[in-house]
């Protein structure tokens, strides 16, 4: 969360709600992105 928060700044920087909200929702697609790329991909071996 660190890093996320040191790479995105941890505050919100802009002052209408719109826009706030606009801010908010890229930065859970920043968060999803790095989560999905830490993820290992898995094989089914049967």
């Known amino acids: 969360m660190f ?3 040191k790479m995105l700044g941890g505050t ?8 706030h909200v606009g801010e908010t ?3 859970i697609k920043t968060l999803n992105k790095l989560t999905g790329l ?3 991909t898995t094989i089914v071996i049967a």
């Open 12 to 19: 919100l920087s802009l002052r209408n709600h719109n826009a």
């Open 38 to 40: 830490g993820m290992p």
């Open 3 to 5: 890093r996320v928060k």
């Open 25 to 27: 929702y890229a930065m």
